[in-house]
């Protein structure tokens, strides 16, 4: 069964939305409402339910983190209801206008739903203010190339976007790199907040520490399977010594697009590039 949620946290309207088939949804995704500000749009799957969730608020502005399907899947629909400028940084450009640089699988589709090219998106102001509000966009890399953040420091608000999502035991085949993501995440944590606004996992208190977990996790995951690469061993024997197993159903199913040896692949990228 689908669900969508709407629940509030200081103010910000946390929308929750799951695409299901059948059973439960295999992805939750959020998007955020405050002050006439939407933070990214959801998956194209939920579009009438995500519509209805959003039709009495007033939208001024629609702000996009990164151009994944599952963040800009409702953002020209949106748009043109609420007729609402939507504002994207320059490297999400060619990819939410023109179409992604990669082939979108089967389990993408099935579970979020189509790309829809947007129009005549906004570069990026340097600040997004309103009366209660202000939003900083700050470039954190590493999930994909053109991820950004939003930081609200007045309130200690982080919108995260899929900065942090939660100790992965995958990743994607393209797109991810996980020096990079370290280095954006040691780059968020000198900035105070408490309130972590993640797209798939948000965390409403002790939201820094979460984050801080989340790099540990990361770190002592490159050293190991740098420790093991310097060694000698391959990527698939890196894994055998991290206990990690790969998740065969996941790999098939998405067709090679995710995978726990694309995470130990990423993490080598470090030494592999020196
Ligand atoms: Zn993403």
Redesign the pocket.
């Known amino acids: 069964m689908s669900v969508i949620k709407v629940t509030n946290f200081q103010g910000v309207d946390m929308i929750e939305s799951g695409f299901s088939w059948f059973g439960k949804p295999l992805l939750n995704v959020f998007c955020f409402y405050v002050d006439g500000i939407l933070i990214d749009t959801g998956q194209h799957r939920m579009q009438k339910s995500i519509i209805k969730t959003l039709e009495n608020k007033k939208i001024n502005q629609i702000l996009l983190t990164?151009h994944?399907e599952d963040?800009t899947g409702n953002a020209q629909i949106l748009s043109s209801i609420h007729q609402a400028p939507i504002y994207a940084n320059e490297l999400s450009m060619p990819f939410i206008t023109k179409g992604f640089p990669y082939r979108i699988r089967f389990y993408q589709w099935f579970h979020l739903g189509k790309i829809e090219l947007i129009k005549n998106p906004l570069p990026y102001l340097e600040k997004f203010e309103t009366k209660n509000i202000c939003l900083e966009p700050i470039y954190t890399p590493g999930?994909?190339q053109d991820h950004y953040c939003f930081l609200e420091r007045n309130k200690g608000w982080l919108f995260s976007g899929?900065l942090y999502i939660g100790n992965l035991q995958v990743m994607r085949n393209n797109d991810e790199d996980m020096t990079t993501m370290i280095e954006s995440i040691i780059k968020m944590l000198e900035y105070d907040f408490d309130v972590l606004f993640c797209c798939h996992h948000p965390k409403i208190t002790n939201g820094k520490k979460y984050l801080r977990y989340k790099l540990e996790y990361l770190q002592e995951f490159q050293q190991k399977a740098i420790h093991f690469y310097q060694q000698g061993y391959s990527v698939k024997e890196i894994m055998r010594k991290m206990n990690k197993k790969e998740n065969w159903f996941f790999k098939v199913y998405t067709e090679n697009d995710i995978g726990v040896d694309f995470m130990v692949k990423s993490a080598l990228r470090k030494v592999k590039n020196d």
Do not use: E, G, K, V
Request: net charge negative.
């Open positions: 990164h994944h963040h999930h994909c899929d």
